[in-house]
Nanobody, 124 residues
Framework: QVQLVESGGGSVQAGGSLRLSCALS????????LGWFRQGPGLEREAVAE???????????SVKGRFTVSKDVSPFKSENFLYLQMNDLQPADTATYYC??????????????WGQGTQVSVSS
């Protein structure tokens, strides 16, 4: 059973930093694309950062240069993690942040899993 559990959210002032963690369990996550999404008040969910199987990263324009996505994933580890280091946080970054894991098998069947979300609030 695949499970994703986020932690590390909180309240900070503008210019502050937070590090989000996502504990991954129940599958071989070295075969997954992993990412962070967020949903602000009254807004649609948007992609923030992604890291693919080979470690290549992509970021939303709004967070480039401020956020860094990384992972600690191995089929030989019992604990696997996805991280999002967020620096120079701004009020516009206020949202619920979700981690996601995406996998397409050899038959083309795609599976996407989501965490429950962690709240980040940034005050000016």
């Amino acid at each position: 059973q695949v499970q994703l559990v986020e932690s590390g959210g909180g309240s900070v002032q503008a210019g502050g930093s937070l590090r989000l963690s996502c504990a991954l369990s129940g599958s071989t996550f070295s075969r997954y694309a992993l990412g962070w999404f967020r949903q602000g008040p009254g807004l649609e969910r948007e992609a923030v950062a992604e890291i693919d199987m080979l470690g290549a990263t992509t970021y939303a324009d709004s967070v480039k240069g401020r956020f860094t996505v990384s992972k600690d994933v191995s089929p030989f580890k019992s604990e696997n993690f996805l991280y999002l280091q967020m620096n120079d946080l701004q009020p516009a970054d206020t949202a619920t942040y979700y981690c996601a894991a995406d996998h397409t098998n050899i038959l083309g069947s795609r599976s996407t899993y989501w965490g429950q979300g962690t709240q980040v609030s940034v005050s000016s």
